[in-house]
Protein backbone atom coordinates (compact mmCIF):
# COMPACT_ATOMS: atom_id res chain seq x y z
CA UNK A 1 0.00 0.00 0.00
CA UNK A 2 0.63 3.74 -0.05
CA UNK A 3 -0.29 6.71 1.69
CA UNK A 4 -0.43 9.60 -0.68
CA UNK A 5 -0.07 13.61 0.99
CA UNK A 6 -1.29 15.96 -1.85
CA UNK A 7 -1.22 20.09 -1.60
CA UNK A 8 -3.27 22.04 -1.57
CA UNK A 9 -6.27 20.50 -1.22
CA UNK A 10 -8.50 23.23 -2.19
CA UNK A 11 -7.58 26.92 -3.98
CA UNK A 12 -9.17 29.51 -5.51
CA UNK A 13 -7.49 31.12 -8.50
CA UNK A 14 -7.51 33.58 -10.44
CA UNK A 15 -7.59 33.32 -14.37
CA UNK A 16 -4.51 33.07 -15.94
CA UNK A 17 -2.99 32.61 -13.29
CA UNK A 18 -1.02 29.21 -12.59
CA UNK A 19 -0.68 26.87 -9.37
CA UNK A 20 1.16 23.85 -8.87
CA UNK A 21 0.00 20.80 -7.08
CA UNK A 22 2.62 18.77 -4.63
CA UNK A 23 1.91 14.99 -4.57
CA UNK A 24 4.57 13.39 -1.63
CA UNK A 25 4.28 9.71 -1.03
CA UNK A 26 5.59 7.20 1.66
CA UNK A 27 7.64 4.81 -0.19
CA UNK A 28 9.35 4.61 -3.28
CA UNK A 29 6.78 3.78 -6.43
CA UNK A 30 8.13 3.05 -9.99
CA UNK A 31 4.56 4.58 -11.51
CA UNK A 32 2.85 7.68 -10.85
CA UNK A 33 -0.09 9.39 -12.41
CA UNK A 34 -2.06 12.71 -12.40
CA UNK A 35 -5.74 12.30 -13.00
CA UNK A 36 -8.48 15.15 -13.38
CA UNK A 37 -12.30 14.83 -11.96
CA UNK A 38 -13.85 17.48 -13.84
CA UNK A 39 -17.15 18.34 -11.94
CA UNK A 40 -19.83 15.42 -12.09
CA UNK A 41 -17.68 13.39 -14.56
CA UNK A 42 -15.21 10.34 -14.28
CA UNK A 43 -11.31 10.78 -13.76
CA UNK A 44 -9.17 11.57 -17.18
CA UNK A 45 -5.71 10.62 -17.20
CA UNK A 46 -3.32 13.41 -17.63
CA UNK A 47 0.12 11.85 -17.72
CA UNK A 48 1.80 9.53 -16.06
CA UNK A 49 4.94 11.35 -14.41
CA UNK A 50 8.62 9.71 -14.79
CA UNK A 51 11.26 9.70 -12.46
CA UNK A 52 14.35 11.25 -13.88
CA UNK A 53 12.74 12.07 -17.63
CA UNK A 54 9.63 13.98 -19.04
CA UNK A 55 6.26 13.11 -18.28
CA UNK A 56 4.21 10.75 -20.70
CA UNK A 57 1.38 13.01 -21.96
CA UNK A 58 -2.52 11.41 -23.21
CA UNK A 59 -3.67 12.67 -26.05
CA UNK A 60 -5.64 16.36 -25.14
CA UNK A 61 -3.29 17.68 -22.76
CA UNK A 62 0.18 19.06 -23.22
CA UNK A 63 3.62 19.42 -21.45
CA UNK A 64 2.86 23.48 -21.91
CA UNK A 65 -0.50 23.29 -20.41
CA UNK A 66 0.41 21.11 -17.60
CA UNK A 67 4.13 20.44 -16.96
CA UNK A 68 5.08 17.96 -14.62
CA UNK A 69 8.01 17.21 -12.42
CA UNK A 70 9.57 13.89 -11.10
CA UNK A 71 12.64 14.17 -8.99
CA UNK A 72 12.51 11.16 -6.95
CA UNK A 73 10.66 8.29 -6.48
CA UNK A 74 8.44 9.73 -3.93
CA UNK A 75 7.45 12.92 -5.09
CA UNK A 76 6.24 15.03 -7.89
CA UNK A 77 4.67 18.36 -8.56
CA UNK A 78 1.50 19.26 -11.34
CA UNK A 79 1.55 23.05 -12.69
CA UNK A 80 -1.34 23.59 -14.14
CA UNK A 81 -0.59 27.19 -15.97
CA UNK A 82 -2.87 30.36 -17.24
CA UNK A 83 -6.01 28.50 -15.70
CA UNK A 84 -9.00 29.47 -17.08
CA UNK A 85 -12.53 28.32 -15.75
CA UNK A 86 -13.05 25.35 -17.58
CA UNK A 87 -9.39 23.92 -15.76
CA UNK A 88 -11.82 24.01 -12.40
CA UNK A 89 -11.81 20.24 -12.07
CA UNK A 90 -10.39 17.97 -8.92
CA UNK A 91 -6.56 16.43 -9.66
CA UNK A 92 -5.91 13.72 -8.31
CA UNK A 93 -2.46 12.25 -7.75
CA UNK A 94 -2.26 8.30 -7.81
CA UNK A 95 0.18 5.55 -7.37
CA UNK A 96 0.79 2.06 -8.46
CA UNK A 97 3.35 -0.01 -6.18
CA UNK A 98 3.69 -3.21 -7.72
CA UNK A 99 3.11 -4.99 -11.15
CA UNK A 100 0.41 -3.99 -13.59
CA UNK A 101 -1.96 -6.10 -12.02
CA UNK A 102 -1.82 -3.52 -9.02
CA UNK A 103 -4.59 -1.65 -7.93
CA UNK A 104 -3.78 2.10 -7.86
CA UNK A 105 -3.81 4.44 -4.66
CA UNK A 106 -5.04 7.93 -4.51
CA UNK A 107 -4.10 11.07 -2.83
CA UNK A 108 -7.17 13.09 -1.29
CA UNK A 109 -7.38 15.47 -4.44
CA UNK A 110 -7.13 19.06 -5.20
CA UNK A 111 -10.15 20.86 -5.98
CA UNK A 112 -9.18 24.12 -8.00
CA UNK A 113 -11.69 26.59 -8.76
CA UNK A 114 -10.81 29.35 -11.16
CA UNK A 115 -12.43 32.64 -10.88
CA UNK B 1 -11.75 1.97 -28.74
CA UNK B 2 -11.38 0.77 -25.16
CA UNK B 3 -14.45 1.96 -22.83
CA UNK B 4 -15.93 1.40 -19.05
CA UNK B 5 -19.82 1.70 -19.18
CA UNK B 6 -21.41 2.62 -15.83
CA UNK B 7 -25.20 2.68 -17.21
CA UNK B 8 -26.57 3.81 -13.88
CA UNK B 9 -25.95 7.38 -13.00
CA UNK B 10 -27.66 6.54 -9.60
CA UNK B 11 -28.50 3.18 -7.86
CA UNK B 12 -31.00 4.05 -4.77
CA UNK B 13 -31.56 1.44 -2.37
CA UNK B 14 -33.16 0.52 1.50
CA UNK B 15 -30.75 -0.27 3.78
CA UNK B 16 -30.37 -4.16 4.86
CA UNK B 17 -31.32 -4.84 1.18
CA UNK B 18 -28.87 -6.20 -1.42
CA UNK B 19 -27.25 -3.68 -4.11
CA UNK B 20 -25.85 -4.32 -7.19
CA UNK B 21 -23.80 -1.56 -9.39
CA UNK B 22 -23.50 -2.21 -12.94
CA UNK B 23 -20.35 -1.93 -15.06
CA UNK B 24 -19.79 -3.50 -18.58
CA UNK B 25 -15.94 -2.75 -20.52
CA UNK B 26 -15.50 -3.09 -23.84
CA UNK B 27 -11.62 -4.02 -24.04
CA UNK B 28 -9.50 -6.86 -25.96
CA UNK B 29 -7.82 -9.66 -24.34
CA UNK B 30 -8.30 -10.36 -20.96
CA UNK B 31 -7.99 -6.93 -19.08
CA UNK B 32 -7.61 -6.81 -15.35
CA UNK B 33 -10.80 -5.22 -13.72
CA UNK B 34 -11.23 -3.02 -10.50
CA UNK B 35 -13.72 -1.13 -8.28
CA UNK B 36 -13.18 1.51 -6.17
CA UNK B 37 -15.25 4.11 -3.90
CA UNK B 38 -14.74 7.80 -3.37
CA UNK B 39 -17.03 9.31 -0.53
CA UNK B 40 -17.55 13.15 0.00
CA UNK B 41 -13.92 15.29 -0.76
CA UNK B 42 -12.15 12.23 -0.57
CA UNK B 43 -9.57 10.32 -2.79
CA UNK B 44 -10.56 7.47 -4.22
CA UNK B 45 -10.05 3.92 -2.48
CA UNK B 46 -9.11 0.49 -3.70
CA UNK B 47 -12.40 -1.97 -3.38
CA UNK B 48 -11.51 -5.09 -5.21
CA UNK B 49 -9.71 -6.59 -8.65
CA UNK B 50 -10.41 -9.32 -10.85
CA UNK B 51 -7.23 -10.70 -12.48
CA UNK B 52 -7.46 -14.34 -12.96
CA UNK B 53 -9.28 -17.25 -11.55
CA UNK B 54 -12.45 -17.37 -9.76
CA UNK B 55 -15.24 -15.06 -11.53
CA UNK B 56 -16.64 -13.98 -7.88
CA UNK B 57 -14.21 -11.54 -6.26
CA UNK B 58 -14.33 -10.45 -2.68
CA UNK B 59 -12.85 -7.44 -0.97
CA UNK B 60 -13.54 -5.14 1.45
CA UNK B 61 -16.25 -3.88 3.27
CA UNK B 62 -18.48 -6.70 2.66
CA UNK B 63 -18.49 -5.87 -1.27
CA UNK B 64 -18.14 -8.61 -4.59
CA UNK B 65 -17.96 -8.20 -7.87
CA UNK B 66 -18.75 -11.08 -10.33
CA UNK B 67 -16.96 -11.34 -13.17
CA UNK B 68 -18.88 -12.74 -16.42
CA UNK B 69 -16.34 -12.86 -19.56
CA UNK B 70 -18.67 -14.00 -22.04
CA UNK B 71 -21.00 -10.44 -21.05
CA UNK B 72 -17.83 -8.40 -20.33
CA UNK B 73 -19.50 -7.19 -17.47
CA UNK B 74 -17.71 -6.94 -13.91
CA UNK B 75 -21.03 -5.99 -11.50
CA UNK B 76 -20.34 -5.22 -8.17
CA UNK B 77 -22.66 -6.72 -5.59
CA UNK B 78 -23.15 -6.74 -1.65
CA UNK B 79 -26.03 -8.72 -0.11
CA UNK B 80 -26.80 -6.27 2.80
CA UNK B 81 -26.85 -2.37 2.04
CA UNK B 82 -25.68 -0.30 5.22
CA UNK B 83 -26.09 3.73 5.14
CA UNK B 84 -22.72 4.14 4.83
CA UNK B 85 -21.98 2.47 1.82
CA UNK B 86 -23.67 5.77 -0.10
CA UNK B 87 -20.80 7.00 -2.56
CA UNK B 88 -19.83 6.91 -5.37
CA UNK B 89 -18.56 4.15 -6.96
CA UNK B 90 -16.15 3.64 -9.82
CA UNK B 91 -15.75 0.54 -12.32
CA UNK B 92 -12.51 0.99 -13.81
CA UNK B 93 -10.29 -1.25 -16.80
CA UNK B 94 -6.14 -1.73 -17.13
CA UNK B 95 -6.12 -4.12 -20.20
CA UNK B 96 -3.27 -6.86 -19.89
CA UNK B 97 -1.16 -5.59 -22.89
CA UNK B 98 2.26 -5.11 -20.58
CA UNK B 99 0.76 -1.23 -19.73
CA UNK B 100 -0.14 1.06 -16.77
CA UNK B 101 -3.11 2.89 -18.27
CA UNK B 102 -6.32 2.45 -15.99
CA UNK B 103 -9.76 3.22 -18.07
CA UNK B 104 -12.07 4.40 -15.60
CA UNK B 105 -16.05 4.06 -15.63
CA UNK B 106 -18.16 7.46 -15.22
CA UNK B 107 -19.34 6.21 -11.85
CA UNK B 108 -22.45 5.75 -9.48
CA UNK B 109 -23.90 7.27 -7.04
CA UNK B 110 -25.22 4.74 -4.54
CA UNK B 111 -27.73 6.10 -2.36
CA UNK B 112 -28.79 3.85 0.58
CA UNK B 113 -31.47 5.04 2.76
CA UNK B 114 -32.57 4.10 6.06
Known amino acids: SAVISQKPSRDICQRGTSLTIQCQVDSQVTMMFWYRQQPGQSLTLIAT?????????ESGFVIDKFPISRPNLTFSTLTVSNMSPEDSSIYLC????????????FGEGSRLTVL | AQSVAQPEDQVNVAEGNPLTVKCTYS??????LFWYVQYPNRGLQFLLK??????LVKGSYGFEAEFNKSQTSFHLKKPSALVSDSALYFCAVRPNTGGFKTIFGAGTRLFVKA
Open chain 2, 50 to 55: YITGDN
Open chain 2, 27 to 32: VSGNPY
Open chain 1, 49 to 57: ANQGSEATY
Open chain 1, 94 to 105: SVLTGANTGELF
